[in-house]
């Protein structure tokens, strides 16, 4: 089977696979992943560079990550008109990639170079290609492909993070992301992750009694999603269906933290709620990068096997995680800066080792009267915000530096609160004001980010005063 085919395959299976009852889907959860067609091959051989690498002494390792960087970036020169044209202008050629150290030659390249240009010429034409946009959250928008021959790659690191807290792929996950094509108000079974997704906007009341005419057939082990989805799911446990919540603390094993950076009070609430540990990783859309806590919170060691991931200098002042893909041949992406700064890089000969993405996604600070970045995590988590005892959520609007608005969701409408005295605003060179809101305001995905954006709250029709 050739490359092409096995892409189509991955993507035949992907689509319809969704569709399948959960008795099917426990069948084939006990294929081993490494002979399921259309992935395995790929999937066998990344799970065992996985291993071999974790052998190599540090000038093999750079050998082996070089290697991977001349071939993606010889791939790219050949087939992408993008790649061929803007490395001539940078005075940038294959022939001067050759020992590690000249990784950092390459071009950096990013969201706002790759938009002037047309998707066709920084793409490639090939078969089972599939058409993503990343970066709403953040208002700068990209779109390229992706081709499922990356399946194999993504799942083999994936379960290798998953495996920390024991899992296997025959064990059942409810996952809570922001899908938009889920019946409303009900659970919808996905073979291909043999997980229960979740409808996240349906009322919890609804949500609730569903997630427990499941557990109470099937033996759930993970929960799997935003931080801030399920940390709102262990709310509304704790305050609507204690019964529910004992099944859970019963069954659960673990929590996987995706997708959003695992604000510390809402992974401490989803951690003590249901009595589980958790893990979190990073990563994005474009799949340069793949990181996870291996030994340490919020502490990330990057896989090198999976993507080239380094810290690098910008403008001399803030280190941001540069990734290249080794694997996508449809829009390949090469030392593209995903714009999120890190702190705490660890380094072996050269190589990253591990870093801290200390405020979430980049952006995740608002700005003081002095023009200084506050971040957000210390000023919303980092203080005891006696606020906590009667919200859900806190949020900050920020309409221009020195000024800023909290936003906050009350646990009950019948309590009433003083935001005023409830929040801790001292030392801080910012004029806050304060709105009460009903629900947390989401991004077009589903998610709840610490800083919101206009756009956010136009979404929601929530106003704000002057």
């Known amino acids: 089977m050739n490359l092409g085919d096995q892409m189509h395959v991955s993507l035949f299976l992907r689509n319809y696979l969704t569709r399948i009852p959960l008795a099917v889907g426990q069948i084939i959860t006990h294929i081993p992943f490494e002979w399921r067609p259309g992935v395995g091959r790929v999937y066998r051989k990344r799970r065992q560079e996985l291993d071999e690498y974790q052998q190599l002494d540090n000038e093999q390792k750079k050998s082996w990550i070089l290697q991977r960087v001349q071939n993606i970036v010889e791939y790219a020169v050949c087939h992408v008109p993008f790649y061929k044209n803007y490395y ?93 094509d889920i019946s409303q108000g009900f659970l919808q079974y996905d073979a291909v992750r043999h997980s229960y997704m979740i409808d996240i906007y349906a009322d919890w009341s609804v949500l609730l009694a569903q997630v427990k005419k499941l557990v109470e057939r099937h033996k759930v082990f993970y929960l799997h999603g935003y931080p801030s989805a399920l940390y709102e799911f262990a709310l509304a446990c704790k305050q609507n269906d204690k019964e529910l919540l004992g099944i859970l603390q019963s069954q659960l094993r673990g929590a996987f933290l995706g997708s959003e950076f695992p604000m510390p009070g809402y992974r401490q609430t989803i951690e003590e709620t249901f009595q589980i540990p958790s893990v979190s990783w990073y990563g994005h859309t474009e799949r340069c990068i793949l990181a996870y806590e291996k030994d340490q919170p919020y502490l990330y060691v990057p ?66 009267k002095h023009g200084k970045n506050i971040p957000l995590t210390g000023l919303i988590f980092g203080r005891h915000h006696s606020l906590f005892n009667t919200c859900s959520h806190i949020q900050v609007f920020q309409p221009k530096p020195g000024k800023a608005t909290i936003l906050f969701v009350p646990v009950a409408p019948s309590l009433h609160i003083d935001p005023e005295s409830s929040f801790d605003c001292s030392n801080v060179a910012i004029d806050f004001n304060f709105c009460q809101v009903w629900e947390p305001i989401r991004t077009s995905s589903g998610k709840i980010n610490l800083l919101v954006t206009e756009r956010d709250l136009q979404r929601q029709n929530v106003m704000l005063a002057n």
């Open 88 to 180: 001539a202008d940078q005075n940038f050629y294959i022939e001067q990639l050759l020992k590690f150290d000249s990784i950092k030659r390459i071009p950096i390249i990013n969201k706002r170079i790759l938009q002037n240009y047309d998707l066709d010429s920084r793409s490639n034409l090939i078969g089972g290609r599939q058409l993503v946009n990343t970066g709403g959250s953040s208002g700068h928008t990209l779109a390229f492909f992706i081709h499922a021959g990356q399946m194999g790659n993504e799942w083999a690191h994936m379960h290798r993070i998953w495996e920390k807290l024991g899992y296997a792929p025959h064990q059942l996950k409810i996952s809570f992301g922001g899908r938009g």
């Open 303 to 368: 896989f090198q096997t999976y993507g080239y991931a380094e810290a690098l200098l910008i403008g001399g002042q803030e280190a941001h995680l540069i990734g290249t893909s080794y694997y996508n041949y449809a829009s390949p992406l090469i030392h593209y800066d995903t714009e999120d700064q890190v702190t705490a890089m660890n380094e072996e000969a050269g190589i990253l080792t591990a870093f801290r993405v200390d405020n979430g996604r980049s952006g995740q600070f608002v700005v003081d």
